[in-house]
């Protein structure tokens, strides 16, 4: 009878101390007399040997680790100050638990260097608007100690660029003379291809005189419309000839005319 309740106890005992649950984004990373086992335990429920097994749980899940403003200067010999942000997690578990003391710090740490190395090998237009490459070129700079540690570089983003108030007044300085320039273009190319057509116009109205009549008039008309203003209107001579011609002609045709007497 005693040794039946030995034997009960034992497996009570071994019940509550070598039974553990696993979560789905947990690996369980097993330590038999200190040395690891070659399998990381999946999620689920899991037995360990008392007092021999010792397990640590690995976090698969993605981290997102902020990297704080790394200050440097760039190819171009800018002050600028970056911050960036990181996304990685363990696909390892049993090389991110053994092979390295502590990854998530040792990837910030990773993470400030490599940040710090982008910004003195880059262009401030580089950091402003060519940032894909950026992002690429440390991803490739984290992804090799990150492989040796059981870590996957999911993602890495520079997130703000700070400039000295100096440089932003040069940069603004530079769009306002950047777009006064197009402004002047577009102003002189409007002025060329209205001059284009003037010219096309006066070559048509020279070969035929009635359109120059013709354009006066309408002139005339738009500028009476306003209503406002006194019109001095230049009066053609062909035009008294042609009226002075008619009246000739109508006073020489009348009955009782002297050219009759």
Known sequence: ???????????????????????QYERGVVFRLGRVRARARQPGLTLLIPVVDRMRKVNVQVVTMPVPAQEGITKDNVSVSVDAVLYFRVVEPIKATVDVQNYGF????????????????????DLLSGREQLH???????????????????????????????MKRSMARQAE????????????????????KLAEAATTMERTPAAMQLRLLQTVVEVAAEKNSTLVLPFPVELLRFFEGAAAKAYAAAPDSPADD
């Open 136 to 166: 690429r070129g440390l991803e490739i700079m984290l992804e090799s100690p990150a492989t040796g540690w059981g870590v996957h570089i999911d993602r890495v983003e520079i997130k703000d660029v700070t400039l000295p108030e100096t």
């Open 177 to 196: 003379a950047d777009r006064e320039r197009r402004a002047r273009i577009i102003t002189a190319d409007g002025e060329f291809q209205a001059a284009s």
């Open 1 to 23: 009878m005693a040794f039946v309740v030995l034997i009960v106890v034992l497996a009570l005992f071994w019940l509550v101390t070598g039974v553990r649950v696993v979560q």
């Open 106 to 125: 040792a990837m910030l740490q990773v993470a400030q260097t490599s940040l710090r190395s982008i910004i003195g090998k880059s262009e401030l237009d």
